[in-house]
Nanobody, 122 residues
Framework: QVQLEESGGGLVEAGGSLRLSCAAS????????MGWFRQAPGKEREFVAS???????DYADFVKGRFTISRDNAKNTVYLQMNSLKPEDTAVYYC????????????????WGQGTQVTVSS
């Protein structure tokens, strides 16, 4: 049974930083692409960042230069370092996984975590 468990969300002031973690179990982590999506109230779920099994990254334009996705295969964990946070970054952030290649489309991912709330105050 595959499980993805996010942590690290919380309340932060604009300009601050947070690091999200996602611990994966029940899969061969090194063979999976990992992604982060987010969903704000009343909005559709949107792509934030992804990282292939080979280490190739992709970012949404609105986070480029501010967010960094990384992985530790020894710990079966993917991270999202978020710097220079803005109020519009407020959302529930979800960790996702799919075999090998990454995607910016939510429907292409096989597994999802429960999400962690990030709130950025102005």
């Amino acid at each position: 049974q595959v499980q993805l468990e996010e942590s690290g969300g919380g309340l932060v002031e604009a300009g601050g930083s947070l690091r999200l973690s996602c611990a994966a179990s029940g899969l061969t982590f090194s063979n999976y692409a990992m992604g982060w999506f987010r969903q704000a109230p009343g909005k559709e779920r949107e792509f934030v960042a992804s990282l292939t099994w080979q280490g190739i990254t992709d970012y949404a334009d609105f986070v480029k230069g501010r967010f960094t996705i990384s992985r530790d295969n020894a710990k079966n964990t993917v991270y999202l370092q978020m710097n220079s946070l803005k109020p519009e970054d407020t959302a529930v952030y979800y960790c996702t996984a799919k075999p090998l290649l990454a995607s910016s489309r939510p429907r292409n991912y096989n597994y999802w975590g429960q999400g962690t709330q990030v709130t950025v105050s102005s």
